[in-house]
């Protein structure tokens, strides 16, 4: 068990490793190749919806893509859990929220840096020339402050950080206190 914990470690920080070489991907910079082939296989990891195509389903507003990008963390806790319910019908002796708790942390630690990069999104932006106004980084088409669309993606970006990103750091943090006092 001991050279599987080493292994599930090195996955860990391979997958973390990655998410930070795919926030490179989201600066304006033209990268050369191999590096722009790289971090266009990287954006699978990042939530990036571009990468299947998805405006053929949802179609091409920004803020609803952007908003999609969004419910994937709380989908995938709601999937998680139904499959530990699944597996219970099958299996004794299964703990139904001790397993979901430990599945739904499991992503969330694998996936943190993506989840925070994808909520961030519209909040990021930069001055045109001639102080104009600006844009989002990630969307040049949207005009940061001034373009509806980007109210709406600002609105679900304050309500996934308030509820995705703080309970996850809030409960880390409760979980290192309880154990500290434990030990």
């Excluded at 997958?15 to 990268?31: D, E, H, I, K, Y």
């Excluded at 179609?59 to 499959?83: D, E, K, M, T």
């Amino acid at each position: 068990t001991k050279s599987m914990t080493n292994v599930l470690i090195i996955a860990a920080l391979t997958l973390t490793a990655m998410q930070s070489l795919g926030v490179l991907s989201s600066m304006a910079v033209t990268w050369v190749e191999p590096v722009r082939s790289m971090l266009k296989a990287l954006q699978a990891i990042s939530f990036d919806l571009n990468i299947v195509q998805a405006e053929c389903m949802i179609g091409q507003s920004p803020a609803r893509s952007y908003g999609i990008r969004q419910l994937l963390v709380p989908l995938s806790c709601v999937y998680i859990v139904a499959l530990v319910l699944l597996r219970s019908r099958f299996t004794s002796n299964v703990r139904i929220a001790v397993e979901c708790i430990n599945a739904i942390g499991a992503v969330f630690q694998a996936f943190f840096v993506s989840i925070l990069v994808s909520i961030m999104l519209p909040f990021v932006c930069y001055s045109h020339p001639g102080n104009v106004g600006s844009s989002m980084t990630s969307d040049p088409s949207i005009m940061c402050f001034s373009d509806s669309e980007h109210s709406v993606m600002i609105v679900v970006g304050c309500f996934s950080l308030l509820l995705v990103a703080v309970p996850f750091v809030t409960l880390v943090a409760y979980a290192t206190c309880r154990y500290r006092q434990a030990t």
